[in-house]
C-alpha cells in the first residue's frame, strides 16, 4: 500500500526538532564569545577613559602644586625683602618704609597683622621735625591704611553683614550722655548654634585727638536680652578686620572698623562699621580651639546619628 505524504508543517516541525540542538550547541558559544568580546572592549574603554582622566587629574595637581610652591617661594622672597628694607633703612626714611608698607599691605594683608607697623610708622611721621612733606606722609599712609580695611570688609561682607554709625565728637565727654547706637544683626553662622537674630549696642565712651582713637564699649546678645555681653576696648585707623575682632559664638566674629575720624576745635565727627561675619571668614589668627573642634565633631556625629534614626522609624525598621 501507497504511504501517504506527510503534511508541510509536519515536515518543518521535524526539521526545527531535527536541527535545534545542533544549532544551539553552535550558536550559544559563538554568542558568548561575541557578548564577552563587547563586554571586554567596554571594560577596555572604560579603563583608558578612566586612566585618562587619573593622568589629567595627577598633571593638573602636578601643575598646581608646582604653581603653589613657585608662588610660595616668590612670596617668601618678596617678603623677606621688604621686611628687611621695612626695618633696616636708613634713619629717617620715611619715603622707603611707606612704599615697604604698601607692598606689604597688598600682599600680605590677610596673613599678617599689620597694625604695629603702622602705629610705628604713624608715631615716627608725627616725631618729625614740622615739614610740609609731613602731611603728605601722613594722608599716604592712611590711604594704605583705608584701602587695607575696604579691602578686607568687603571679602568679610560676602557672608556676613554690615552696619554704620555715625559719631558727633562734640557730645563725647565728662558730664555727656555718651553716643549709642544699637543694630539688629541676623545670625551668620554656618551652623544654627545660636539665636536668628543679635543685637550690638555700641557706646563711644571717649576719644583721644592726639592718637585719632575711640574708647568703645560693645553690648551684645540675643534679642530677649539673655546671655549679654560686653566688651570694650579702643579702635583707631589702624585697626583691621581680619586680624582685630572678638568672639560672639563658636563660629561668629564681629570687628569693629573706624572708617572715619576728623576731629576739628569744636569737636569733629566720626563713623564706625560694625562687622558680623563667620569664623570660616576670619583670618589666619582665628584658629579653632580643641574643644571648639571636639564640641562641632560630636554635634556633626549626634546629627547623624538622629538622622539615621529618624529615618528608620520612617521606614518601619528596628
Do not use: C
Not at 555715625?166 to 555718651?178: S, Y
Not at 576731629?263 to 563667620?278: E, H, I, K, S, Y
Amino acid at each position: 500500500m501507497a504511504t501517504e505524504p506527510k503534511p508541510p508543517l509536519e515536515g518543518v516541525k521535524w526539521a526545527l526538532q531535527t536541527l535545534a540542538m545542533p544549532l544551539a550547541l553552535v550558536s550559544l558559544p559563538l554568542l558568548y564569545q561575541w557578548k564577552a568580546g563587547e563586554m571586554s572592549a567596554r571594560a577596555a574603554a572604560e579603563n583608558q577613559r578612566r586612566e585618562q582622566a587619573e593622568q589629567q587629574f595627577r598633571l593638573y595637581t602636578d601643575l598646581m602644586s608646582k604653581r603653589e610652591e613657585a608662588d610660595t617661594t616668590v612670596r617668601r622672597g618678596l617678603f623677606d625683602k621688604l621686611v628687611g628694607s621695612y626695618l633696616d633703612p636708613k634713619p629717617g626714611d620715611v619715603d622707603k618704609r611707606l612704599v615697604a608698607l604698601e607692598l606689604l599691605s597688598l600682599n600680605f594683608h590677610d596673613t599678617l597683622n599689620l597694625s604695629p607697623l603702622f602705629w610705628e610708622l604713624d608715631r615716627q611721621i608725627a616725631a618729625r621735625p614740622k615739614q610740609a612733606a609731613n602731611e603728605e606722609y601722613q594722608l599716604q599712609l592712611d590711604r594704605v591704611a583705608s584701602q587695607v580695611k575696604n579691602r578686607q570688609a568687603s571679602a568679610l561682607e560676602v557672608d556676613g553683614v554690615r552696619a554704620t554709625m555715625q559719631v558727633d565728637l562734640q557730645f563725647i565727654g565728662e558730664g555727656l550722655a555718651p553716643p549709642s547706637k544699637t543694630f539688629r544683626l541676623r545670625n551668620v553662622a554656618a551652623e544654627a548654634d545660636g539665636p536668628a537674630e543679635r543685637d550690638f549696642t555700641v557706646t563711644v565712651l571717649s576719644h583721644d585727638p592726639k592718637h585719632r582713637r575711640l574708647l568703645v564699649t560693645v553690648n551684645f546678645g540675643p534679642t530677649d536680652g539673655s546671655a549679654t555681653q560686653t566688651t570694650s576696648f579702643w579702635v583707631d585707623p589702624y585697626d583691621f578686620p581680619l586680624t582685630n575682632f572678638s568672639r560672639v559664638s563658636r563660629s561668629e566674629r564681629f570687628a569693629l572698623v573706624l572708617d572715619r575720624y576728623k576731629p576739628t576745635d569744636d569737636g569733629g565727627t566720626a563713623r564706625l562699621v560694625l562687622l558680623l561675619f563667620p569664623s570660616s571668614r576670619s583670618g589666619a589668627k582665628d584658629r579653632p580651639y580643641i574643644d571648639d573642634l571636639v564640641a562641632r565633631l560630636a554635634q556633626s556625629s549626634g546629627s547623624a546619628a538622629s538622622a539615621s534614626a529618624a529615618a528608620s522609624a520612617a521606614s518601619g525598621r528596628p
